[in-house]
């Protein structure tokens, strides 16, 4: 209506900020194909302190489905041994839900080489790191500063805009594609049920087969 003049734009504003009005279907959202996540990993400098610090938490991100705030209170300690591999065990994520989240060999090799070239012995993982390529602090306390960092890697690589939670989806996705059962996906990533991560990974419509594709009409 406000489109085609039959309602002032300040009315139809008023209206769509309404609270409680159902949505009905499924929101696709963004996630990355595996070429696509590979490029975002590397793209910090390994040769600086920042560039380590930055490829060790894409790693958690993506390789991990870690949200922003549970990547900022991660503590070395928190990184423990648990059946012959490395997990964060008892990590508290959204709704105050409990999980253990599994640590690939890779993350971790990024992790040890972010500690090795910052000298962190202990307390928070990440910390903020000067111009001058030094420390600057006992934590990083801005979860923006997270998104920040992965919106600037975003464009360096023209992928785009992404944001931290398209990480999260897209190791969702990948872990699915991967073969992975839908009940250890929810678990790692602490839905409260599997309905909701079914919704989050879209299974209900395949977009890479199409069903729409197969149908034969002449376009030409």
Not at 6 to 15: C, E, K, P
Not at 179 to 188: A, P, R, S, T, V
Request: charged fraction near 30%.
């Amino acid at each position: 209506m406000a489109d085609n003049g039959l309602l002032d734009a300040s009315t139809a504003a008023a209206i769509e900020r309404v609270p409680g009005l159902e949505k009905r279907g499924n929101r696709v959202g963004n996630w990355l194909m595996k070429e696509q996540a590979n490029d975002l990993l590397n793209a910090p400098d390994a040769k600086t302190l920042t560039g380590l610090r930055d490829r060790a938490i894409l790693a958690l991100l993506l390789g991990c489905g870690l949200r922003r705030a549970e990547l900022l209170r991660i503590s070395i300690e928190d990184l423990q041994q648990r059946e012959g591999r490395w997990v964060l065990p008892d990590m508290k994520g959204k709704g105050g839900r409990i999980r253990t989240v599994t640590v690939p060999a890779g993350v971790k090799t990024r992790i040890d080489a972010w500690l090795a070239a910052a000298g962190i012995e202990d307390g928070r993982l990440f910390r903020p790191v000067s111009r001058g390529g030094v420390i600057a602090g006992e934590e990083i306390r801005d979860e923006k500063a997270v998104w920040r960092l992965v919106m600037r890697y975003a464009k360096a690589t023209e992928l785009g805009k992404l944001a931290p939670h398209d990480l999260r989806r897209t190791c969702a996705k990948l872990c699915r594609k991967a073969g992975g059962d839908l009940e250890q996906i929810q678990l790692l990533l602490g839905h409260a049920s599997i309905q909701t991560t079914e919704r989050y990974l879209g299974t209900e419509q395949a977009l890479a087969h199409a069903v729409n594709d197969a149908m034969g009409l002449d376009m030409g």
